[in-house]
């Protein structure tokens, strides 16, 4: 039936391909949403009142989980800001994997438009494989990097242990973690990963 045909279709986006300048623009934009999505630093370091170790493995592994979801920002910044430290000997290297890394972040993690290039698209794969390349030449270029790799592993380590010992009671990423918690009363149809917390009350 039409009224069916019409109703399976898929939400369709924009797929008109765009301008590489609109697409770093609009990448720019998604990119300064994520990081505002940073959890508070005080939040973040809290208090050694709500550090302590966890009682068993599969506590550790609850709380690293946790954690990791809701300060997924903050230690995405730590990460980086520990890579950045360790080229600050070699700005050169600093400078190319900076850019590298801008340009994966700019045209693959948050592009959501089709990229256009003097009037020709290029599809996902493309941009890809363009950089893995871009990746491997700058890799070649500025030689092996055992600093970049022990910054990378300090960040990660960093990360480990905050999620270990950061106890998550009373974070929440929404409510359904409340509920699921106890803290909120559950109703029908309340909560949802769509409405985002936004209650619809069943008609009387």
Do not use: K
């Not at 022990?150 to 480990?160: C, E, N, R, T």
């Amino acid at each position: 039936m039409p009224a069916t045909s019409a109703s399976a279709a898929p939400a369709s986006y924009t797929t008109i391909p765009i301008s590489g300048g609109a697409v770093i623009s609009r990448s720019t934009q998604n990119l300064t949403v994520c990081l505002s999505r940073a959890r508070p630093w005080p939040e973040f370091l809290a208090t050694t009142a709500i550090i302590d170790l966890p009682p068993s493995f599969s506590a550790a592994t609850h709380r690293l989980r946790r954690n990791s979801s809701y300060f997924s920002v903050n230690y995405a910044i730590i990460v980086t800001a520990c890579a950045a430290a360790s080229l600050i000997g070699a700005p050169i290297a600093l400078i190319v994997i900076g850019f590298v890394f801008f340009l994966w972040l700019i045209l693959h993690f948050f592009r959501e438009d089709p990229l256009l290039i003097w009037g020709y698209h290029v599809n996902d794969l493309a941009v890809i494989l363009g950089l893995v390349l871009v990746s491997i030449a700058a890799l070649w270029i500025i030689g092996p990097l055992n600093n970049l790799s022990i910054g990378i592993g300090v960040g990660l380590l960093i990360f480990a242990i905050h999620g270990v010992l950061r106890n998550p009671e009373g974070l929440f990423l929404d409510e359904n973690d409340a509920v699921s918690d106890g803290l909120v009363s559950s109703q029908s149809t309340a909560f949802s990963p769509r409405n985002a917390g936004i209650q619809f009350n069943q008609p009387v």
